[in-house]
């Protein structure tokens, strides 16, 4: 592994450093064990099985968490199925709006817990759950609560009624964001839902339940059941299910579609990515810089849209690449809840192990890897930033999806070029344009064979702006109008 020392230009800490400012989590409320969601009740999983969650910043257990099995997700589907006939699609939609509206202005009043709560069960910057991963949860909700009696305007001389029962199954990265972009469009279109959480991040899920019970929703309309794939294949199987909705790998993805084909389910899937970040030589190179840091060490790299993938046009290629080394160097990687951190911690041993495991193979493969000189904590799951160069379209770190810290660097001279080499890929997500011509950001941008393009910025995000796939990236769209169009149908 390379280390280069010629990179210290920018490092600000030789006479002043940072000293820790550290989130308190002391006013934390947790309980010590967390039974099932369900029909508007905490409920003991019929199997009696609990399994730990933990920090993984420090790895230490914080509560124990239900494991549902398939009479749970029974019980829970058969809450949301009678909650969704008998008392939800029955209100008038301006009176499940002031439902969403509520849970949105509590999630507002406890944003600061549930930032905390976020950090320390997954491992983000507090930074990033106190600014983006709270506020937009709760943005979520406000923007979908004001659609709930407006549905006919939403779709101009039709009609809607609910699909039914949504199952909803979301991953680790964006733990209460996710729930949000899953069960506001779905409640406000009437329908109710049995949500999941990822197994490694549970507890901002739980903490929305507590927030429903709060907003006194009606039993049954949001259930909230934990546990691993199990659970979520016995929510994908269960036939009282009418729509699912799927955030998480590829290759679960698949499973999920191969399960339902054949079956009149709805659903809509948000897969891997494997983004290209594109900066042309007319691009403002320091803002390209802080951009290309942002699209891959947001999050750890956690991040489906995630610009994992950078190319540079060759002119300014040397430029950008140290430039990046430089800006890599300041950034501050260690406790979570410290709010001067820029990279927090991987969020499980597991994923640690596979982001391990695809930089050797970059390595075997020939690239030049380069990380930060940074010092990370013993304890936990750490991976320092890195970068690889020398790597080719074929080079597996440049195909797939490693969901870390870790950017693969190409490097190339035209326009067409660039298009042929960012769309090939099986993944077609996102992309990121840098160039100073208007008129070349949108010639690039619809070019791309990605569901989000962002343009001199990157990883920006917003309630009324639809987000998803092309090709194994997934099917259908979240957010926006078009979020609310796989939960209802049109006649
Ligand atoms: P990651 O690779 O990011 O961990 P996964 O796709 O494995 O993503 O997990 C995303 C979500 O899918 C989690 O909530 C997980 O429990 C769930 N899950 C895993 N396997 C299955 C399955 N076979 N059917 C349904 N859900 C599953």
Redesign the pocket.
């Given at each position: 592994m390379k280390k280069n020392s010629a990179t210290k230009d920018l490092k600000f800490d030789t006479k002043w450093t940072y000293a820790p400012a550290p989130e308190s989590a002391d006013h934390i409320q947790l309980k010590d064990r967390y039974d099932l969601f369900i029909n508007g009740k905490f409920t003991a999983p019929a199997s009696k099985k609990y399994f730990d969650t933990i920090n993984p910043a420090t790895e230490k257990r914080i509560a124990s968490v239900a494991e549902a099995n398939a009479s749970d997700v029974d019980k829970a589907v058969t809450a949301a199925k009678n909650a969704q006939s008998k008392v939800w699609s029955k209100l008038a939609p301006a009176e499940r709006g002031k439902y969403i509206y509520r849970i949105a202005r509590i999630l507002q009043e406890k944003a600061r817990e549930l930032a905390i709560i976020e950090t320390i069960n997954g491992g983000k910057p507090i930074r990033e759950s106190r600014d983006i991963d709270i506020p937009l949860a709760a943005a979520h909700f406000f923007y979908y609560a004001g659609w709930a009696d407006k549905l006919d305007y939403a779709f101009p001389g039709m009609k809607t009624s609910p699909v039914g029962v949504a199952g909803q199954?979301?991953?680790?990265?964006f733990p209460l964001l996710m729930a949000a972009w899953k069960i506001a469009p779905a409640l406000a279109a009437g329908n109710t839902v049995v949500l999941?959480?990822?197994?490694t991040t549970p507890l901002t899920a739980l903490k929305l339940a507590e927030i429903i019970q709060e907003a006194d929703l009606p039993p049954g309309v949001v259930n909230i059941i934990t546990?691993?794939?199990?659970?979520?294949?016995a929510?994908?199987n269960h036939p009282n299910i009418n729509k699912i909705a799927?955030?998480?790998?590829t290759?679960?993805?698949k499973?999920?579609q191969k399960?339902l084909a054949g079956t009149d389910k709805r659903y809509t899937l948000e897969l891997g990515g494997k983004a290209a970040n594109i900066i042309f030589e007319d691009a403002a190179i320091n803002q390209a810089v802080e951009g290309i840091i942002n699209g891959i060490f947001f999050n750890q790299g956690h991040v489906c849209c995630a610009g994992s993938r950078l190319f540079v046009q060759e002119g300014i290629a040397n430029e950008v690449i140290k430039k990046l080394k430089q800006r890599i160097e300041t950034l501050i990687v260690g406790d979570p809840l410290d709010k001067n951190t820029d990279i927090g911690a991987i969020n499980s041993k597991a994923?640690l192990s596979k982001i391990k495991s695809l930089v050797q193979t970059g390595i075997k493969e020939g690239g030049e890897c380069w990380q930060s000189e940074c010092a990370v904590p013993s304890k936990g799951f750490w991976f320092k930033p890195t970068l690889f160069t020398n790597v080719a379209q074929s080079s597996t770190i440049v195909q797939e999806e490693i969901?870390g810290p870790v950017l693969a660097i190409q490097t190339f001279r035209t326009a067409e070029e660039v298009i042929e080499k960012a769309n090939n890929t099986p993944y077609g997500l996102s992309g990121g344009v840098w160039t100073d011509k208007g008129a070349k950001a949108f010639k690039i941008s619809s070019k791309l064979n990605a569901g989000v393009v962002w343009a001199n910025t990157y990883n920006k995000f917003d309630p009324t702006s639809p987000f998803g796939g092309y090709k194994e990236s997934g099917v259908g769209r979240e957010g926006g109008l078009h979020g609310l169009m796989p939960y209802v149908n049109l006649f």
């Open positions: 199954i979301i991953p680790w990265n999941k959480p990822a197994e546990g691993a794939g199990a659970t979520g294949a929510i994908v799927f955030t998480g790998s290759d679960v993805g499973i999920i399960s994923q969901f």
